[in-house]
């Protein structure tokens, strides 16, 4: 993944977190966190990006919190943690 690419995906992702539901959360934030895992270490490392700080706290959000049954208001926490997570590298990103 290019990284324009990737910060298209950071955003999107961002705007479209307040419409996960209790039923389709998990899958989707799953797949995003291999996206951050993977392309997001990758293009750090490519352009020295230093991301390093929000990728490991995201990685910390997606192996500490995201589980699945979570109730609402549990996965409303968890969509505010990964959206300022998002945000973060989108500011950086977009520096």
């Given at each position: 993944m290019i990284l324009e690419e990737f910060l298209y995906r950071l955003k999107f992702e961002y705007y479209n977190l307040g419409m996960l539901t209790t039923d389709m959360y998990y899958q989707r934030l799953s797949n995003l966190f291999v996206v951050l895992e993977l392309d997001g270490d990758n293009l750090n490392?490519?352009?020295?990006?230093?991301?390093?700080?929000?990728?490991?706290k995201l990685n910390d959000i997606n192996e500490e919190d995201l589980e699945k049954g979570l109730s609402p208001e549990d996965l409303a926490v968890l969509v505010k943690k990964v959206k300022t997570g998002l945000g973060l590298l989108i500011n950086r990103l977009e520096e």
């Open positions: 490392k490519e352009h020295d990006l230093r991301l390093d700080t929000v990728l490991d």
